[in-house]
């Protein structure tokens, strides 16, 4: 009977499951961007709304490619260093890697004198790649002492479901056992699989309908570790529409490409020795975690640069929402040391070894206006400032009439806010030399009105920029440093074992670009 019901539900729940529970800071990291661009841009902290004349400009105001004078080509690699101080409870660890990254090719073409009239001075066509976000992450808190265990997780999710939901049946391997539950019941149902077929978990009683269950993992103090490594990166594909009108005024389009590539792989190991003599127990639990995300996206930038006289500039660019549709797998592994009622130990391995590949979904990220102001002399140098804002509240996961969707679409209209970006940037010339520097900060997107106190969300990002370039006849060679501050929290798991993690991450990076006119 057991199996048929199982049977019969799968053609029922297959087409509404979602399984896995995305949450606001899986949409916060997929609608973030960073500073990644060409040398002069990255120096000047990306404040290039109402200059133009950079291939990286253009994915802030898609008029800047008008500015050209003349066809463009550059090239931009460098180096990531991330160094990351995490805290949990009573522990604290330093983690720091460096990374290569490719952050920016592209190029211009440049078509002058449109008509007789010479209204339509200018039109030129581009197309641009751009980093805008390196996910690459990893921090780790060693020997935590906690009181509170991972078993709290497995049970959350197991109270309240039918044992026979959440039990392979007689001779089924775990792997088929995992995938069936999946497929029927979703991803909690599984977490609930887990910890019952590893002891952690035991009912009050063993029929099939038995909906409750407590911990073989004694109460007490439990030394924690955990690790947390992201790797992979979101990118952008630019093609570019420039028009040049009489001498002062130019416009632009941006139709964006963009690209989600994102793997997360987090551990947590847990020993305690709680135990008491004659009683089955749970001394140590090593659970892993693995998500994979890839994406595709689409949005539309339109904007336009205005010389107010020979010193005085202003742009305005409006960038619509990113429409992504996400792709999500995970895999898990989880291991127990069994300690029995004669006081032996015996490890057992819960290795599903399956793959869930979960059904897609769109992220619908929030759209952007940016207001631009530059101050240019001559043969001096200039001063340029942006200001950004976007509202964090209007982002969406659809489709809407999932429920779960509809729920964590109103935790966001509650939870986040608008954000505001300020970019202030200047150069300096000197001959063939130029000296740039800039400064950028942003708001927290958490609305601190409605963020509870244990959350202590902040999430503020601020940083400066350092630079300098050579011009040899055609040729630039470039050269920037960005320092940025940032700070996260992350909980540990979604229920149960919630205590937070609070990240202050330094990124630094140092990027070189060749560009030449042709």
Do not use: C
Request: hydrophobic share 35%.
């Amino acid at each position: 009977m057991k199996r048929i019901l199982k049977i019969f539900l799968i053609f029922i729940l297959a087409i509404s499951y979602r399984g896995l529970s995305q949450n606001i800071s899986d949409g916060l990291n997929y609608s973030s961007n960073s500073i990644d661009g060409t040398a002069r841009f990255n120096s000047m902290s990306g404040a290039f709304g109402a200059l133009g004349g950079d291939l990286s400009a253009i994915a802030i105001n898609p008029a800047g490619s008008a500015v050209f004078n003349n066809g463009h080509f550059s090239l931009s690699f460098g180096s990531d260093k991330k160094a990351n101080q995490a805290s949990l409870l009573n522990s604290s660890n330093s983690f720091d890697k460096k990374n290569l990254t490719l952050n920016q090719i592209g190029g211009i073409i440049n078509f002058e004198k449109l008509d007789n009239n010479k209204r339509w001075n200018k039109l030129t066509l581009g197309i641009t790649y751009n980093q805008s976000k390196n996910n690459f992450d990893e921090f780790s808190i060693l020997n935590v002492s906690n009181n509170n265990s991972i078993d709290s997780y497995f049970l959350n999710n197991a109270q309240g479901l039918r044992l026979d939901q959440i039990s392979a049946f007689e001779n089924e391997t775990i792997t088929e056992a995992y995938v069936d539950i999946g497929n029927i019941y979703g991803y909690s149902h599984q977490q609930a699989f887990l910890g019952y077929e590893s002891f952690i978990l035991e009912p009050n009683d063993f029929s099939d309908d038995n909906s409750s269950y407590y911990s073989n993992v004694p109460a007490g103090t439990f030394n924690q570790s955990y690790r947390s490594i992201s790797r992979g990166y979101n990118g952008k594909l630019t093609a570019n529409v420039g028009l040049q009108y009489s001498k002062n005024i130019f416009f632009g389009i941006n139709l964006n490409s963009h690209f989600i590539d994102y793997d997360n792989y987090t551990i947590l190991n847990e020993s305690n020795n709680n135990g008491e003599p004659g009683q089955l127990s749970i001394n140590q639990i090593y659970f892993e975690n693995r998500l994979s995300s890839f994406g595709e996206g689409f949005s539309a930038q339109f904007g336009v640069i205005s010389k107010i006289s020979d010193v005085i500039r202003f742009g305005f660019s409006y960038d619509t929402p990113t429409w992504f549709e996400i792709s999500e797998e995970t895999r898990q592994y989880l291991e127990t040391s069994v300690i029995n009622e004669d006081g032996e130990a015996s490890l057992l391995i819960i290795n599903p070894n399956a793959i869930n590949i979960y059904e897609d979904y769109t992220l619908q990220t929030p759209s952007k206006i940016t207001v631009s102001s530059a101050f240019v002399f001559k043969n001096f140098g200039l001063f340029s400032f942006d200001f950004s804002r976007r509202d964090y509240s209007s982002m969406k996961f659809k489709p809407q009439n999932d429920i779960h969707f509809s729920n964590l679409n109103q935790q966001i209209s509650v939870r986040l806010k608008d954000v505001n970006t300020y970019r202030f940037g200047a150069e300096i010339l000197a001959d063939r030399l130029s000296f740039r520097g800039g400064y950028m900060i942003e708001d927290s997107p958490y609305n601190s009105d409605t963020v509870s106190e244990f959350d202590n969300i902040d999430d503020s990002v601020n940083g400066f920029s350092l630079g300098i370039g050579y011009k040899l006849n055609d040729t630039m060679i470039d050269l920037s440093f960005v320092k940025i501050n940032s700070s996260k929290y992350k909980r540990l798991y979604d229920t149960g074992l919630t205590n937070q993690i609070n990240v202050d991450a330094q990124n630094t990076a140092v990027t070189i670009s060749v560009s030449t006119i042709f």
